[in-house]
Structures are given as C-alpha cells and as structure tokens.
C-alpha cells in the first residue's frame, strides 16, 4: 500500500467562513427572485400538489398546438385545407381557457403569498426595494404568462415549419416569428398589469384569483351591454380586458380581427391603458403599504 | 419618526459600535422601528440615519446587501425547505449559485440543523425556524446582523443554545450583531452594549459595563432579631438622617447617595449605634431592570408634574 508523502497532506477546512467574493448586486437580486417566483408557481422544489394545477394550465395551451402539428403530419400538405388548422392569431381562442386559468393562478401565488408568509420583509432587508422587488416580480409573471402565450405558438411555427406547412423562405418565417414575439409580450404585458393589480388590494390568494376571473369575463359583458344595451360608441369595446389583448394579435397578424369597426389605434390604446393602469394600481397599493418587519 | 396617528423615536439620538448590542424595551417601545429605519424599510421623517458608513435612505441597496436580518415574524413558506430558503435569499443577497449553496449548507450546519436542512420549514418547531432565521441572516457573509426577538417562542434550554450560537457568530467570525429583545436578563447575558428604549423615548445607552455592570450604591442585609423588631427601622433611619437614599426590602436595605467607600462607613456606623447585626453586606450591581425602574419613576415624576 502506497503511503501518501507527509507534503501531499491537507487540512481541508469545513464549516462556515467568511466570503469575499463577488457579488451580483440588484440585478442578481431581481434575476433570483424572478426564477425563485417562477419556480414556486410551478411547484417545482415543492411536494407534488403544487404542481397539479400548472400542469394542467400547461397541457391545456399545448394540447391543441400538438393536435395541430398533428395534423399537419398525418394529412398531406397538398390536400390539407387552411381551415383544418388553426393560424397564429386564431390559435389564442383555442387556448383562452389556459391563458385565464394562468392569469388566475400566477401573480396570486407570485405577489399574495409574500405579504402573507413575511417573505415581502424579508426581500425589502435585501438589495431589493420596492420598486425592484416589482419589477422581479413583473417580470415573473409576464415569464410565466409567457409560457402559455408565446411558447405554443412558437412550437406550431416550427411543428408547421418541419412539415413545409409553415412560411415561405427565411424572412417570411422570421417576420411570423417576430409577430408571434410581440403578441406573446402584448398579451403577457397587459394580462399580468391587470392580474397583478388584482392580485395588489387583498391578502387572500383565493379573492385575487376570484376577482381576475371575475375582471376577465365581467368586462366583455360590460362593454356589450354598453355598446348594445346602451347604444353607446363601439369603441366602449376598449374596456373589455379579455377581448383587447387577443385584438391586438390580429392587428399584429394584419388581420382585421373580430371587431373590424374599431381601429387599431383604438386597440393600442385600450391595451396600453389597461396595461399601464394595472402597473399604477400596483405601484400605489405598494408605495401605500407599511413593511415594519 | 412619525407614523399617521403617532410619533415613534421622537428626538432619538443613538450610536452603536461593534460587537453585539442589545436594543431592549416592552413591547411598543420602538425597537421594530429603529430596525426598520436601520434596514430602510422605513424612512425618518425628521434626522439622519448612518448604518456602517452607509445612509439606508440612500444607498440602500448597497448596505442591505451587507446587512442580514432575522424578522421577529415567524411565519415562512411553509413548503419550502430549510435549504431553499437560505439558499434562495444567499443568492438574493448577490452569492454567486455555487457559493448560496454551500454557504447555506454551512449556515445550517453552524446553527445546528445540519440534518434536518432539507425540511420543510412547515414541518419546523419553533425553535428550528428560529434557527433558519438565524442561517439566513449569516448565510451571505454580512457585516451586521439584525435579529428581532430571536429567543422568541423559545423554551430555556433553546434560548441559552441559541444565544451561545449568536455570541459564537459575533467571536467567531467578528459579525457584528444587534438583537432586540424584551427580556433583559438574556440582553445582560451576551450583549456589550445596551440601547434600552421605553414608548418611543431613548432610556440609556451605553456598553454593559458602564450601564448595568456600574455600582448601584451598596446592599445591606440584616440578621432580623426578634426581641428587637425595630433594629432594621432604626438602622434605615441612621442612613436617611445622615442624607443616603434607602429602599427597603424586607431585612435588606439598598442605600445610595455617596461614593462606595462612604456608603460602607455610614452604614458600619449606624449598624453599630443600632445594634443590630449584619447578616451580607456589598455593592449592588445596578441591572437593566433597575435602569427601567428609575426610568418609570422619572418618566412618571414627568408626566405628573404640572
């Protein structure tokens, strides 16, 4: 047996020392509580109960992307008719349950639970203060929203692509990849100001949810009854949360969408008020709240 | 500070040097308050702050990076473990991901949960998630630690474990530690110096030895005799008509009002006119009680003067 020289010998120290390394500042702060948000919401390092509800939300955005792609495998490009598959802007309708489902679960879980268990303190006594603390939390929820908005689609594109049922030539495909982007970021902007400001004005997870679901199909019905009951302009039609983002993509896609009458200003307009509105919601409640300990 | 129906740490003016100090008082008194000003969570209305070199209204972020802090709340997430939750605000606090991961291993290690780190912290006692409170707080390597009633909730025996670990963080590694507390004797148990606060208002401050560790006159305690009831009465007398200030408890007299030395010849004296006898006789070490004491007395003299 080979004995090891007395020099090769090493006391290697355990236990706690000092650090003087470097240090990542506010940016890894935000960068770690936004991966930290995402990871809780989708139960992940958490026991199998939280994870039930985001797999479902994701399986139902997805479903009908594979069905599609699906289809366009087992049906040969030359007799497969346009209708049999679902475009880019029309694949939101297939999917809108998912997108509410998320919008109802994510900042909930993601801006409720921390007033709730003290862990809002406790990421004030770090470099975060607030506003960084919202803009990781923001940026959580539009990644989370996201993954539901912008994925499927973007997996359509390439599942169509592969099957020469997608684009013609490079700058086509980039151009459809570049408005599938921009409405993944319109929807996920607009829905997660408005959910989060939901989210901002009570402590109970259950109520938040509630009100978003509550925001999201009582604003369509608002603004039929105004425009029809009421007989106002149809540009009241703004006001509808759950109908103005999905608006958009059509506009996006060059598409004259399902409301024709409003112009696509108007549509802009009634996304970024609706978006930049949650974000002033969210920073008043917050800006008013008094964080002792 | 002022607070919409309140005032808090009106005309406060205090400064605390290294080591570990305690910041004492009741329940109200405005330690939370003077934590949440150090960490800037809460901006002063009126004054300065200065934290390590730093202003928290001003730079924040840098020096809540240097600070860790242990909320009296006890109330985490539940489903998180022990590990995660270290490792998660190491990172937050700007640990590299390798190093928030050993550095929590060890924190866990050094305050005893070495083996039940990959717990959920809903499944902890009380006493284990204090412990996490602590891991967090020297998880990222800070120069300060801010612990808000750390031995809250906890039996005696885990009282004593946990403040050897927080005086063992301060020795050991020279982080500096402030910990607030209502019970005054862990305060003179572990910490160098004391900020004692009472409804907002600053009592004293100062290094223990200067505060609770200096003399609070003498304590003289007499053999009671029963066919001379009146011998302590008379001795109490002697000392009060010579000008000392006696408080009488019993058979045992605290005398203050001269130096030491003169204390001990007037109370030999009168004991010996008396002739009463002595069962102990020496100096009274003044406690953080007997500061709170006088203050009530003074603070009340206050109020009810016209």
């Known amino acids: 047996m080979k004995v090891p020289a007395r020099g090769d010998a090493q006391i290697v120290e355990r236990g706690f020392q000092r650090y003087d390394g470097r240090r990542s500042g506010v940016s890894g702060a935000i960068r770690s509580v936004s991966w930290e948000s995402i990871r809780a919401t989708l139960g992940l390092g958490r026991p199998a109960r939280n994870k039930i509800f985001p797999v479902i939300a994701v399986v139902i955005a997805y479903l009908p992307a594979v069905v599609f792609i699906g289809i366009a495998v087992l049906i040969p490009g030359d007799i497969l008719e346009p209708e049999e598959v679902a475009d880019y802007p029309g694949y939101y309708g297939f999917i809108i349950l998912a997108i509410v489902l998320f919008a109802a679960l994510v900042a909930p879980e993601v801006l409720v639970s921390d007033r709730r268990n003290g862990m809002l303190a406790m990421y004030l006594s770090t470099p975060l203060d607030r506003r960084t603390y919202l803009v990781a939390k923001a940026v959580a929820v539009a990644a989370m929203l996201g993954l539901v908005t912008l994925l499927p689609p973007v997996l359509m594109l390439i599942g169509y692509s592969v099957e020469n049922s997608g684009p013609d030539g490079l700058g086509s495909w980039l151009a459809t990849l570049g408005r599938i982007v921009l409405s993944g970021i319109a929807i996920s902007a607009a829905l997660a100001a408005v959910s989060m400001a939901a989210s901002s004005l009570t402590d109970r997870r259950a109520f938040a949810a509630i009100g978003i679901v509550l925001l999201l199909f009582a604003t369509p019905i608002l603004a039929a009854a105004l425009i029809e009951g009421a007989d106002l302009s149809p540009y009241w039609r703004v006001i509808d949360i759950s109908t103005m983002p999905f608006e958009l993509v059509f506009r996006i896609f060059g598409d004259p969408g399902n409301f024709p009458e409003l112009a696509t200003w108007a549509v802009l307009t009634g996304n970024l008020v609706w978006t930049i509105g949650g974000i002033a919601v969210v920073w008043w409640r917050y800006s008013k709240l008094v964080i002792a300990r | ?306």
């Not at chain 2, 109200?28 to 209204?57: E, W």
């Not at chain 2, 291993?105 to 284990?128: C, H, I, K, N, P």
């Not at chain 2, 004797?185 to 009472?198: I, K």
């Not at chain 2, 029963?226 to 408890?249: F, K, M």
């Open chain 2, 1 to 306: 500070m002022a607070f919409p129906s309140t005032r808090a740490l009106d005309g406060l003016d205090v400064s605390i040097p290294g080591g570990v100090t305690g910041l004492v008082g009741a329940n109200g008194a405005g330690k939370t308050t003077l934590i949440s000003l150090v960490l800037g969570l809460l901006t002063p209305t009126a004054g300065s702050i200065s934290v390590l070199g730093l202003d928290p209204t001003q730079s924040g972020a840098e020096l809540r990076a240097r600070i860790g802090y242990g909320p009296e709340r006890n109330v985490f997430p539940d489903d998180l473990r022990a590990y995660d939750f270290v490792r998660h605000l190491a990172e937050v606090k700007g640990l590299p991901r390798d190093e928030a991961r050993s550095r929590a291993s060890d924190s866990l290690y050094l305050v005893g949960l070495g083996e039940e780190r990959f717990r959920a912290l809903g499944t902890m006692s009380t006493g284990q998630r204090q412990r996490v409170k602590l891991a967090q707080a020297i998880a990222a390597d800070p120069h300060l630690i801010v612990l808000d009633e750390p031995t809250d909730g906890l039996d005696p025996v885990q009282r004593d474990e946990m403040l050897n670990i927080i005086v063992q963080v301060n020795r050991n590694f020279g982080i500096d530690v402030m910990l607030s507390s209502h019970v005054l004797e862990e305060v003179e148990r572990v910490c160098d110096h004391v900020v004692a606060l009472a409804e907002g208002r600053l009592v004293a401050q100062g290094s223990m030895v200067e505060l609770a560790g200096a003399s609070g006159g003498i304590e003289l305690e007499l053999v009671e005799i029963a066919d001379r009831p009146s011998s302590v009465d008379d001795v109490a007398a002697r000392l009060v008509a010579a000008g000392a200030g006696v408080r009488r408890n019993g058979a045992t007299l605290s005398i203050v009002g001269f130096a030491d030395d003169e204390l001990f010849d007037l109370a030999a004296r009168s004991v010996a006119e008396s002739g009463a006898r002595i069962r102990r006789l020496g100096r009274h070490r003044r406690s953080l009680d007997d500061i709170f004491a006088d203050d009530s007395v003074t603070s009340g003299a206050e109020r009810g003067s016209p």
